[in-house]
């Protein structure tokens, strides 16, 4: 993974290290059901930043409260100092692009097509252009498939660029995923579940593209259930446990905390039974998650 992705605003930012989303008091009620309590959350420029809990403790409704999928019930989310509009499109235009956990890809377009889907924030030609076909247009398209290319090339997939997306490996279809989110030139990316299902060769890439995006300038924010890739990637880590955040803190702060071990983790991270290779397993909660959408494939 050699190529760089050029950046467009947020170098400067991530140098400053100011806040890029902040989310207050954020509820979500379905009906009598709370799925989110009360959280705040920031993400500062330059920051991963990761999002934990148990099984339906609220974390992808959080997300969606972000992103503009759900109105929260209660509370504010600001990007940049302003808040959002609860509409996803005006979100993604902001500057916060997000993958899903089961993968949203258009299974019969290419690769290449995938990812230019995910310009199309980006591109000011219109329709009228479109329909014309002018010099104007030729030019926005040139330049958003280069682009598209550039994106590709930093995520490993150049070579699949013709290729359908259905036709991709599985780890592959959740890099085409990044990719596509990516193309939308965010400040902050959301990632839900990016490794999941993945073998453990995948998701140390999976880590390490994820690094490399913070390199670029953009800000992550990622919930996952395998404890191993997120005590490794994040500078900082929220545990939502019944839609409540019970505890935020480093890596090492998190796991180590009585209360994190109690409600979520089960044990001790480090104290956890080795893998086959000797580094520790992730918990009985991620392992059961794994398997089951490993079945899925
Ligand atoms: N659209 C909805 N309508 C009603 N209840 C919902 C809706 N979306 C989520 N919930 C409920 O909200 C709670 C939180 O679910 P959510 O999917 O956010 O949890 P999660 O932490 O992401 O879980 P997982 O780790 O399994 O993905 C659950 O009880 C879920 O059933």
């Known amino acids: 993974m050699t190529t ?3 950046q467009q605003p947020t170098p400067a930012d991530a140098a400053a290290g100011g806040t890029l989303l902040q989310a207050r008091g954020v509820i979500m009620r379905f009906g009598g059901l ?5 959280v705040d959350l920031t993400v500062n420029s330059g920051e991963i930043v990761g999002l934990i809990g148990p099984n339906g403790a609220g974390k992808t409704t959080f997300f969606n409260c972000l992103t503009g999928l759900y109105v929260p019930t209660e509370g504010t989310v600001s990007y940049r100092g302003t808040v959002l509009p609860p509409k996803p499109h005006l979100v993604t235009k902001a500057g916060i692009a997000r993958t899903f956990q089961n993968i949203r890809l258009f299974a019969n377009m290419t690769v290449l097509e995938n990812v230019l889907v995910g310009r199309h ?5 219109g329709l009228f252009s479109a329909i014309v076909r002018g ?6 398209e040139r330049a958003s498939r280069e682009r598209a290319m550039e994106l590709l090339a930093f995520t490993g997939l150049a070579d699949k660029a013709e290729h359908l997306a259905r036709n991709l490996p599985y780890g592959e279809q959740r890099k085409l995923e990044i990719a596509r989110a990516l193309a939308s030139e965010p400040g902050l990316l959301l990632l839900d579940e990016p490794t999941a299902g993945m073998n453990p060769q995948e ?11 913070r390199d670029q300038g953009i800000a992550v924010l990622v919930i996952e259930h395998d404890m191993r890739f997120i005590f490794n990637l994040c500078d900082r880590v929220a545990v939502l446990v ?6 935020e803190g480093t890596s090492e702060v998190v796991q180590n905390d009585e209360r994190v071990i109690a409600a979520y983790l089960g044990e001790p991270f480090e104290g956890a039974p080795a893998d086959e290779d000797g580094t520790p397993a992730a918990t009985a909660d991620d392992a059961s998650t794994t398997s089951e959408q490993e079945n899925d494939r």
């Open 4 to 6: 760089t992705i050029p």
């Open 34 to 38: 709370t799925a989110v309590r009360n």
């Open 121 to 125: 924030t980006r591109t000011r030609e």
């Open 135 to 140: 010099p104007g247009f030729h030019k926005a």
């Open 203 to 213: 998701t140390r890439a999976t880590e390490e593209l994820v690094f490399a995006i």
């Open 242 to 247: 019944q839609g409540e955040k019970l505890v």
